[in-house]
C-alpha cells in the first residue's frame, strides 16, 4: 500500500486524479477508460481525496462476483447492494435511484463489468446522466464507471453532466524515475553510481508502467542490467505470447486497450514485455542503452579528466586524429590514455582506464556497456572515491 500511495502522488497520476475530482466538484458523472493490466489504487486514492469534504460520501461498487442473472438490471443491482428501495411498489430505475435518501451526495465507482453486462451499463449511463441534471448538484448521486480493454472502444461523448476520462499520455519521465528511485532504494543499497544507474534502467525499461519497476527492482542489480529473463515472464503472465503481440495489423487504439502501448511525453512507447514477446531484443537493449548512457557517460567523462591530472607527466601532445589535432592533454580520449600509458603503468594502475575505455566504445556503439566491467571491482573503486 505504501508503494500504491506513492504512485498516485506523482505528478502525472495526481493530476489525473485531480482531473476526476474537479468533474466530480462540477456534479459530472465519469466514464473512466483504462487499458488491461493496469496500475492499481485509482479508487482507493480518490476516495481519500473525496473524503476530505465531508460533503462526498465515496462507495465502491465491485460487480465481479455479481450473479449473471442481474447482470442486465443496474438499477436492481445498485438498490439491493447500497439502497433498498423506499417504495416496494416502485420499480428500480433511475429516477428510484436518483430519489433515494441513501445515495444522496454520493459518488459511487462501479468497477467489474464485464463484455456481457457492458451493454446494460452503457444504456444506464446514458439514462442517468440526463436523468440526473434535473437534480440539485448538491445533493446529486455521481457515478463513475470504469471500463477496460475492448469495452473502451466506441466510447460516448463528453456532456454537460458526463466526463469521459482516459488513462493515456499520463505518465511522465520523470514519474516513472521517481517511482523506480523509491522502489529501488526501498530494497537495495550499492554504491551511488550503480544505484543511479539501476534506477535510470529501470526508468527506461518500466515504460509508463510502474509493475514493471515492481517486478524488477527487487532482482539482483544485475538482472536489471539483463533484464530479458523477467520480461519474459512478465509477457507470458500477461499473455502476450498467443499470437497477439506479433499481428502488426493492430492498431495503436487496440495495443493501448491490451496495456501494451502508451504516450510518454508526447512519444509512442511500447511494452517492454511486448518487445519480448515479440522477439525485439534490440528494442529492449536500445532502453538499457539509453538507461545506461545518461550515467555512465558523464561519470567515465569525470574520471577522463583524473586520468590526465593524475598521469599528466607522461603524457604527450600534440595527437593527431582523423579529424583534428589535439595540442592539449585535457583533450585526450581515453584511447590515447590507454595508448601512451600502457608501457608505463603496471596492470592494476591500467586497468581503470581499461575499464572506461571498453564501457565508453561500447555506449558510443549504442550497445549496453558489458555487466562484467560495472559489476568489476575496478568500476566500484571508481564509483566509492
Known sequence: MRHEQFWWNLPGPSAFLGDLEEDLRSAKNIL????????????????????RDDHFYFRILDLKEEISNLSSFPEKIIHSRLAPIEN????PSVQTL???????ANVLWIEGINRESWVHWRR???????????????DRLLIIICVSGELT????KNEVALSVRTWKSIVSRLDILLYASRRFRDQQRLNPIHEELAVSVLGELSGTDPMVADRLAGEKFQTILKPIAILEEMAHEKGWHNGFSTNNSK??????????????????????????????????????????VGVLFPF??????????????HLEVPVE????????????ELGHLHFQLRKCLKGHRLAPIKCCHRIRNALAHFSPADTEDILSRVFDQMANH
Open 32 to 51: 473512466l477508460l483504462l487499458p488491461e493490466h493496469f496500475p492499481p489504487g485509482l479508487s482507493r486514492a480518490l476516495g481519500e481525496r473525496m473524503r
Open 88 to 91: 416496494p411498489e416502485e420499480r
Open 98 to 104: 436518483l430519489k433515494s435518501s441513501h445515495l444522496k
Open 124 to 138: 444506464f449511463l446514458e439514462e442517468f446522466k440526463d436523468a440526473c441534471r434535473a437534480i440539485d448538484e448538491f
Open 153 to 156: 472502444a466506441n466510447p460516448p
Open 251 to 292: 492498431s495503436d487504439e487496440e495495443y493501448w486497450r491490451h496495456g501494451m502501448l502508451d504516450i510518454r511525453d508526447g512519444r509512442r512507447i511500447i511494452h517492454s514485455a511486448l518487445e519480448i514477446a515479440k522477439n525485439n531484443l534490440a528494442a529492449v537493449n536500445l532502453r538499457i542503452w539509453k538507461g545506461q
Open 300 to 313: 567515465i567523462e569525470e574520471q577522463r579528466r583524473k586520468f590526465v591530472d593524475k598521469y599528466r607527466s
Open 321 to 332: 586524429t582523423e579529424y583534428q589535432v589535439l595540442d592539449q592533454k585535457e583533450d585526450l
